[in-house]
């Protein structure tokens, strides 16, 4: 996909996932057994401007515009996933959850959560501080259930579509 087909098609609810090559990025990707190592939520409709709602590492909760978060991604692989129908019907329901999490500070002792429901396939009670527990969050809320809690390369499965964007 080219970056520049993205305002096309892209809807809140959609999700842009990393895989990335940094020794830190290379053992999430490892530990989760993914293919990716962060998973961020898209904000907006075709056309655009879209921001990025995320939680990262040390930081916590991030809402950038989509070409400041890309800018910062530089050197990383980059894919699109189109969200499920019904999250992206839902699309208001995400956006008016965004400002709960202004300041929330990213939560550490998730991670091996994430780790152990993709080893077990169990749900764990869990904060969505993490990137991948707070886009899970953000899908079913707009409806979408899914199983355990997801890792970033879950999305892969949960996802109608999913391409690399050629930058």
Known sequence: MDLNSLPNIALTGD??????RRLEQEAI????????????LLIGDVGGPYTVAEFIEPDGFAHTP???WLAS??????????????????????????PQFEGKKYDFADLPLAWLSEITG???ESTPHICSFFVEEMWRLAGF????????GGFLKAAE????INM
């Open 122 to 124: 169990q749900t764990y």
């Open 66 to 68: 989509l070409p400041d």
């Open 145 to 152: 259930a899914t199983s355990g809690n997801l890792p970033p």
């Open 15 to 20: 999700i842009l996932l990393v895989h990335g």
């Open 161 to 164: 579509y999913v391409s690399y």
């Open 29 to 40: 990707q490892i530990m989760t057994c993914s293919p990716f190592c962060h998973v961020a």
């Open 73 to 98: 991604r530089d050197g990383e692989d980059i894919y699109f996933g189109q969200c499920p129908e019904i999250v992206a019907q839902n699309g208001l329901k995400i956006i008016g959850a965004i």
